[in-house]
C-alpha cells in the first residue's frame, strides 16, 4: 500500500470512528436491531421463543404485531421497535416471555400506589425493552437495552407467583421498564396470581392498542399510568403520541381496573400551568375526580441532562392547579417530607396517612377503606 492508499484508508477510518462515536444512541439501536434474527440465535442468547400474540401474518412472509400503536410490519428476521419481538420463520416471537432482568420485592408505595393495599409488599419484575423513546427515561438501562444485551434469568410465570408467595407479597407488579412490551409474560403469570390470591398491577406508560388491553384488564387488579405531558411534548421526548394513552386511561376506568396517574414534571418541557391544568381538567371530566395523581420530581438522567431538577415550588403549583380543578387526592412524588405525600380525608380533612417517602408513618384507615368518621376512600384496600 503506497503512501496515498494509506492516507485514504486512515481518513476512512477515521470517518467511521467519527461516524459511530457521534450517533445518537437511538440510531445504535436502530443498527443493533437490523441483524437478522434466528431461531438459533435466540436460543444462543438464552432467549425465548414463545409464540407472541396479537399479530397477523402478511403475504410475503412478514408479520404485523398489533401489540402498541406502531404496528409494526416486521420482516423475516427483523423485530419490532421494542427491540424484543421478533420474527422468525413468518412467526412473531416474545424473546423475553420468562426472561426478566430485574426481580425485586417492593414497597407498593413505590409504584407509585397509593390507594391500593397501602403498606403492603410487591413482587416486582421487568424485562429488557420498551415501546417508547423518553429521553428522559429513568430506568433507560434496562427499557432502552436489547434482551441479548441484557443479564436476564429464567424465571417462568409459575415460579414468579412461588416466590411472590413465599415472600409474604400481596400482589405482583409488572414495572420498571415497559410491561406491555413483555404482554405474553405479563398476562400469564397474572392468571395464574390471580388463581393463588394475588392482585397485579401494571406500571405503564399506556401505549397499548385497545384489543390487548381489554385482554389484559382480565387481570388486572390495579394500574399506575405515566400520563407524560401535551401532544406536543409526547412527539418530542417520546417520539409516540399522546391520544392512545387518553384511551388507555378511560378504558381501566370502564374495566373497573383502579387507576393511579403519575406526571413527572421536567423543567422547560411539561410544566406550563395551562398545560397541567387542562391536563387535570381532562382527568376530573374524562376519568373522574377521585383518581389520584401523583406530580413526580424530575431528575437529569440519560439524554435529558441539560436542566435541573424540578423545583419544589414547581411541584407544589402543579398540586395547586389540580385541586382548584376538583382532583382530590393528589400527591408529590420523588421529594420526601414534603406534604404532598399525605392522604387526607376529603370530608373532614384530617390526615388519615402520613407518608415520608415509600414509608407509612400513621395509618388511620381503616380495613374497609374508611376515614375515622366513616367517609370511605376509593381504593383497593385489602
Known amino acids: 500500500m503506497n503512501r496515498t492508499s494509506r492516507k485514504i484508508f486512515v481518513l476512512i477510518l477515521l470517518l467511521i470512528v467519527f461516524l459511530f462515536v457521534s450517533v445518537d444512541a437511538s440510531i445504535i439501536d436502530k443498527i443493533k436491531k437490523a441483524i437478522v434474527i434466528t431461531a438459533e440465535r435466540i436460543q444462543g442468547w438464552n432467549l425465548s421463543l414463545h409464540e407472541a400474540m396479537f399479530y397477523k401474518k402478511l403475504a410475503d412472509g412478514s408479520v404485523q404485531c398489533q401489540l402498541c400503536p406502531f404496528k409494526c410490519i416486521i420482516p423475516e428476521g427483523g423485530r419490532g421497535i421494542c427491540g424484543v419481538r421478533a420474527n422468525v420463520n413468518g412467526t412473531l416471537r416474545a424473546m423475553t416471555y420468562g426472561k426478566p432482568v430485574a426481580v425485586h420485592i417492593d414497597p407498593i408505595e413505590k409504584k407509585p400506589l397509593f390507594h391500593f393495599q397501602p403498606q403492603s409488599k410487591s413482587f416486582s419484575i421487568a424485562t429488557a425493552g420498551c415501546n417508547l423513546s423518553c429521553i428522559f427515561c429513568q430506568n433507560w438501562t434496562i427499557s432502552q437495552a436489547l434482551p441479548e444485551e441484557s443479564q436476564h434469568i429464567t424465571m417462568m410465570p409459575e415460579q414468579v407467583v412461588q416466590q411472590a408467595l413465599t415472600s409474604g407479597c400481596k400482589s405482583i407488579a409488572y414495572t420498571y421498564s415497559e410491561p406491555t412490551v413483555f404482554f405474553e409474560y405479563m398476562y400469564d403469570t397474572g392468571v395464574l396470581a390471580h388463581q393463588a390470591g394475588l392482585k397485579n398491577v401494571w406500571i405503564t406508560c399506556g401505549y397499548i392498542n385497545e384489543e390487548p388491553l381489554r385482554k389484559l384488564c382480565e387481570v388486572l387488579d390495579g394500574a399506575n399510568v405515566d ?138 384507615v381503616s380495613p374497609q377503606g374508611k376515614c375515622p368518621d366513616g367517609t370511605p376512600l376509593p381504593g383497593v384496600w385489602k
Not at 400551568?273 to 387535570?280: K, L, Q
Not at 376519568?287 to 431528575?299: E, N
Request: proline share 7%; charged share 30%; hydrophobic share 35%.
Open 227 to 364: 400520563l407524560k405531558g401535551p401532544t406536543q411534548f409526547y412527539q418530542e421526548y417520546t417520539k409516540s403520541g399522546r391520544e392512545p394513552v387518553l384511551r388507555t386511561l378511560k378504558i381501566l376506568r370502564e374495566e373497573g381496573v383502579w387507576v393511579e396517574i403519575t406526571n413527572l414534571i421536567i423543567p422547560g418541557a411539561n410544566d406550563d400551568p395551562d398545560s397541567i391544568r387542562a391536563m387535570c381538567r381532562w382527568i376530573a371530566d374524562s376519568l373522574g375526580t377521585d383518581v389520584p395523581i401523583h406530580f413526580s420530581r424530575f431528575h437529569p438522567n440519560y439524554k435529558l441532562t441539560d436542566r435541573p431538577q424540578t423545583p419544589i415550588k414547581t411541584l407544589r403549583m402543579a398540586r395547586q392547579i389540580a385541586m382548584e380543578e376538583g382532583l382530590q387526592y393528589v400527591y408529590i412524588g420523588n421529594a420526601p417530607g414534603e406534604e404532598g405525600e399525605d392522604t387526607f380525608c376529603p370530608t373532614t380533612g384530617e390526615k388519615v396517612i402520613d407518608r415520608k417517602g415509600f414509608w407509612i408513618l400513621e395509618y388511620k
